[in-house]
């Protein structure tokens, strides 16, 4: 068994649409959703199902996903 192989995972809210996007240049992998946890969801097993393509010497098991989120501050409403 290999040693663990990190992923980082973009993701960004978009305001104006009103969702996640996640993006993953090293596998790769893009996916959208209206919560944080859907776009894991979402891009969690797609991920894993393109690994092979662009990773075939990586065993699925050792994949981790290292998320980098970002997201406007919202003042507090007082």
Known sequence: MSGPVIFTISAA???????WSG??????????APTFDELLD??????LDLLPDSHP???????FLQITALRVADPVAG
């Open 57 to 63: 010497d990586v065993a699925p098991e050792s994949v």
């Open 13 to 19: 809210w978009d305001r104006e649409a009103s969702v």
């Open 23 to 32: 993006h993953c240049d090293d596998i790769p992998a893009a996916a959208d």
């Open 42 to 47: 979402k891009i969690s097993p797609m991920a």
